[in-house]
């Protein structure tokens, strides 16, 4: 019996106490202190820049002027859409050079017979390839932020690696790429792409007269 009572006067205390107040996890000033805004800040603007040139129309006009590269034998085209991906990715994140660049070489691929791949994989490649600039990819903007490295540390080892590591992915397109991808042809859903739905034909006139005529 005492012990029960003992019990009963403890619930009872902890019932006028309340509940009991305990500390939050983190608190803002040292969110506000820990996380990185800068790099945030780069990789949401990234985004903010893909969104942008698909609404304003800025995609379409790039893609009226890459007509042109029709006219070129695609090793010329691999190697001047690499070079526009490697040079856009160095001021743009990755994700945004890419998300503006893939739907309009796809079709640039599409409308010259060739793989889609063949022209697509390369501009993957060479938008991750970026190691000039601090904005190119989550990687730079960590490592600028520590403040041990500036922009002129990166920029001239960061364009040699650029130029080394696209020549190696453009030898591998054409070599081993050919033969793992069959890049040599285009496939038969992308040559599906280009060509327009059939319509359904007119009804004949003598079965549109006896359907007025009922």
Same mark, same amino acid.
Not at 187 to 210: D, F, K, Q, Y
């Given at each position: ?5 003992? %019990? =009963?006067?403890?619930?009872? @205390?902890?019932?006028? &106490?309340?509940?009991?107040? #305990? %500390? ?14 800068? +790099? /945030?800040?780069?990789?949401?603007? @990234? ?9 304003? %129309? ?12 029709? $006219?070129?034998? !695609?090793?010329?085209? +691999?190697?001047?859409?690499?070079? /526009?991906?490697? /040079?856009? #990715?160095?001021? =743009? $994140? ?12 796809? *079709? /640039?691929?599409? $409308? ?8 697509? *994989?390369? +501009? ?12 190119? #990819? ?7 932020a520590s403040g041990r490295l500036s922009v002129r540390d990166m920029a001239p080892l960061g364009a040699l690696l650029n130029v080394a590591c696209c020549a190696v992915v453009f030898l591998f397109l054409f070599t081993t790429g050919e033969v793992i991808f069959g890049? @040599?042809?285009?496939?038969?859903? &992308? *040559? @599906?792409?280009?060509? !327009?739905?059939?319509?359904? !034909? ?11 005529? %009922?």
């Open positions: 019996a005492g012990q029960a009572g003992d %019990g =009963a006067e403890l619930e009872a @205390g902890s019932a006028r &106490a309340g509940p009991v107040e #305990t %500390g939050s996890l983190v608190s803002w000033p040292e969110i506000e202190a820990r996380v990185p805004w800068g +790099v /945030l800040l780069l990789l949401g603007g @990234g985004f903010a820049l893909a969104d942008a040139c698909r609404v304003s %129309g800025l995609s379409d006009l790039l893609s009226e002027h890459l007509d042109p590269l029709a $006219s070129l034998p !695609p090793p010329l085209v +691999v190697l001047a859409l690499m070079a /526009l991906a490697s /040079l856009a #990715t160095a001021f =743009a $994140s990755n994700v945004a050079t890419a998300s503006i660049l893939l739907p309009v070489v796809g *079709a /640039l691929a599409v $409308s010259q017979g060739c793989h889609p791949l063949l022209y697509m *994989a390369p +501009v993957v490649l060479a938008v991750s390839l970026a190691f000039s600039l601090p904005v190119s #990819t989550p990687p730079n903007a960590l490592a600028f890049l @040599g042809s285009q496939p038969a859903w &992308a *040559a @599906g792409i280009r060509e !327009p739905p059939p319509h359904a !034909p007119p009804p004949p006139h003598n079965a549109s007269h006896n359907a007025s005529a %009922g």
